[in-house]
């Protein structure tokens, strides 16, 4: 076998990359593949932040190709087809490629696999590329799929993960196989200006400085919003220029209960793919309907805006919206609490703040991103659907000095420790100088509306 062509999507990255292994232990050639397919973008997919993520991850793997002797081919057009001319151009005998999740990915694997045939090209899909332990791999006696996370979690835990393999040294790529230029982030608007870089060097050197200085203050510290104690590694999970077999086995090495914690984090994105691959219309769907009298974003607009702004008179929310828009990235305690303010205070369809986050955060991602906001609604997998959970509370628990709420709603940077997470209470003085805008509802009123919809007393 002298040429194999491998095809990247969503493991933009050269350590421990099953595909790209297996290919180059076959073949003295490889093709190194990404498509820039339209039917993303036509799908709502192709967010300025992750378009700028990408350009990075695109330009590093090239370079990192190129070390090796390599370089990255990148082609526009129907996934299908491109795949199908580079193999012949290159007289490729193979094709290997990374399972997916998604309907989208599923069908674009059957479409590839029977185009390839029809040419004689034999298609490998391998496993545990972008998840730990693949969809399928754990089930309940009863079903195809776990629908409580603690009895997968369980399970998924006693799995034996596979060893994680080295960067390939050399790569050799055949001579004469066109290439489209690189993307870059010149040009791209609406890009968020604190977005971070993107790439396989960015990714690792993150990861490392986490193992090393983060991870043992996890446990206490991941819901701490003043204090980002979290790694900020899901961008990098999401581009697949990290591993998630790799991940877990150096958390696992670095050991202690901070550790723990983060590998059961990484444990819910396969939860979720296991979900989503099992039941792919959940991605628009409820998984389990209460049969909600949603308001739609047309009766709510002014409510709806005023969330997306930051604007709602609730610090905590306004400040999470406000690190969504300037960074693409929202800390989850965060996404929790704006979910819920949108879902169980403003009564509004869970889809409508579904598609704002996957316009915004670099890490949107179809299972995490829909099965998230279901739990948080009341409609996915969460054991308590009728969870409700208060921003001022969580506020004060969570930032409990205000130092989140001062660093994104800097109107309130003059008010000092926990007065600043309900600025209407300010007298005298205080609220005289602060420009910050009434609460637009009651909690008890949103409460109210909330059971009353649900048909709770």
Not at 228 to 247: C, K, M, Q, Y
Not at 339 to 360: I, N
Not at 392 to 409: E, I, S
Request: proline letters at 5%; a positive charge; aromatic letters at 8%.
């Amino acid at each position: 076998m002298n040429v194999s062509v491998v095809l990247f999507t969503c493991d933009l990255r050269l350590h421990d990359h099953p595909p790209l292994r297996a290919a180059l232990d076959g073949s003295r050639q490889i093709v190194p593949l990404f498509v820039r397919d339209p039917a993303v973008d036509g799908a709502g997919f192709a967010a300025a932040n992750r378009l700028a993520f990408l350009a990075d991850c695109l330009r590093d793997l090239d370079a990192g190709l190129r070390e090796r002797g390599g370089r990255l081919v990148l082609r526009h057009g129907d996934v299908v087809e491109e795949v199908c001319k580079a193999a012949a151009e290159s007289d490729a005998d193979e094709v290997h490629m990374a399972a997916d999740v998604s309907a989208f990915a599923q069908r674009r694997e059957e479409r590839l696999r029977a185009a390839l045939e029809a040419q004689g090209v034999r298609l490998h899909v391998h496993d545990t590329v972008s998840t730990a332990v693949p969809p399928g791999a754990v089930t309940p006696a009863s079903s195809d799929h776990f629908a409580v996370f603690t009895p997968y979690f369980r399970q998924w835990s006693r799995q034996t993960l596979r060893d994680t393999l080295g960067a390939p040294r050399v790569v050799r790529v055949p001579d004469g196989i066109g290439s489209a230029g690189l993307p870059s982030r010149k040009g791209l608007t609406g890009v968020s200006e604190g977005l971070a870089a993107g790439g396989e060097t960015a990714g690792r050197e993150r990861l490392t400085a986490w193992l090393r200085r983060g991870v043992d203050a996890y446990e206490t510290g991941q819901d701490d919003l003043g204090g980002d104690a979290t790694s900020r590694l899901s961008p990098h999970l999401h581009f697949g220029t990290l591993s998630p077999v790799e991940v877990v086995n150096r958390a696992r090495r670095a050991g202690g209960p901070g550790a723990e914690a983060f590998v059961r984090q990484l444990a819910w994105r396969d939860f979720h793919r296991q979900v989503l691959a099992a039941r792919p219309a959940v991605a628009t769907a409820d998984y389990r309907t209460k049969r909600d009298r949603w308001r739609s974003e047309r009766t709510a607009r002014e409510d709806v805006a005023a969330w997306r702004e930051g604007r709602t008179g609730y610090p905590v929310v306004d400040a999470g919206m406000r690190q969504l828009r300037y960074e693409g990235w929202m800390h989850n305690r965060c996404r929790l609490l704006t979910a819920s303010f949108l879902t169980k205070t403003l009564y509004v369809d869970w889809r409508v703040g579904a598609r704002h986050f996957l316009d915004l955060l670099v890490d949107g991602d179809v299972a995490n991103n829909q099965l998230n906001w279901q739990w948080m609604a009341g409609t996915g997998t969460d054991s308590r659907p009728n969870r409700v959970l208060n921003p001022v509370t969580q506020a004060k628990r969570h930032d409990p000095d205000g130092a989140y709420v001062r660093r994104w709603v800097p109107e309130l940077a003059s008010v000092e420790g926990p007065s600043v997470h309900e600025p209407w209470k300010l007298r005298g003085p205080q609220r005289a100088g602060v420009d910050y805008p009434e609460p637009i509802v009651d909690l008890s009123e949103g409460l109210a509306r909330f059971r009353e919809a649900r048909g709770r007393d």
